[in-house]
């Protein structure tokens, strides 16, 4: 909860001003890292006004030193079109360089560009190679991603076993999808043994967060099945 201004430490202001200049000036100075933090304080307006167009300036000059948090977040402002013009091709650049060093949201943002055929080629296998190596970390909408393609066998061989895996990963960190799917696939028996019980465990959680399908899927399992 946000603590009542009133209630803040009187010097709390005086530290947030003096990190704030230190930061600036490790900026300046060429410090890759306070240059990412900087840009990332400006996108959210913490402590600064925020803007944009300065979030990218920062972003850039710490993504050419090779941050891969920088390179990320100025391929995503690229792909989104915040504070430069839209531009698929060099969001795809600045995801790439981020991905090779192992950053998991770029791993997942490029295999998406690869999957749509955005500022690239279209191609599903390399696709399938940056949302693996995003899932692997723990990435649950690349293990999303990945579920779905192996459940419709889509530019895999299709295989439900694999789709159990991913989803079940995706859904145990909370993705409603991945829930909703996993508890569809106990509850036809794909992949997995079929299993009403774990089928209404995973409609709930999915239903709980408001996943209309499965609040209609779990209000049905007892008329149908009993």
């Given at each position: 909860d946000e603590v009542p201004v009133d209630m803040l430490p009187k010097d709390t202001e005086v530290?947030?001003?003096?990190?704030?200049?230190?930061?600036i000036a490790a900026a300046e100075q060429g410090d890759a890292l306070a240059q990412y933090n900087l840009?990332?304080?400006?996108?959210?307006g913490q402590g600064v006004p925020q803007d944009d167009k300065t979030a990218v300036k920062w972003f850039r000059l710490s993504a050419v030193q090779g941050n891969a948090l920088a390179q990320f977040n100025l391929g995503f402002m690229y792909d989104k079109g915040y504070g430069v013009p839209q531009d698929d091709k060099t969001a795809v650049k600045w995801y790439t360089l981020a991905a090779e060093q192992g950053n998991a949201s770029a791993q997942f943002s490029l295999g998406l560009m690869y999957l749509q055929g955005l500022g690239v080629f279209l191609n599903n296998k390399t696709a399938v190679k940056w949302f693996t190596l995003a899932a692997v970390q723990g990435y649950a909408r690349a293990q999303f991603y990945l579920g779905e393609m192996y459940h419709e066998g889509q530019n895999v061989p299709q295989?439900?076993?694999?789709?159990?895996?991913?989803?079940?990963?995706?859904?145990?960190?909370?993705?409603v999808a991945a829930q909703f799917n996993l508890g569809w696939m106990h509850h036809k028996g794909l992949g997995v043994a079929q299993n009403h019980e774990a089928a209404r465990k995973w409609y709930r959680l999915a239903a709980e967060q408001g996943h209309a399908d499965a609040q209609f899927n779990l209000g049905s399992i007892p008329r149908i099945e009993e």
């Open positions: 530290h947030e001003v003096t990190g704030l200049k230190w930061i840009g990332n304080m400006y996108r959210q295989d439900h076993k694999a789709a159990v895996k991913w989803y079940r990963l995706a859904a145990e960190q909370g993705n």
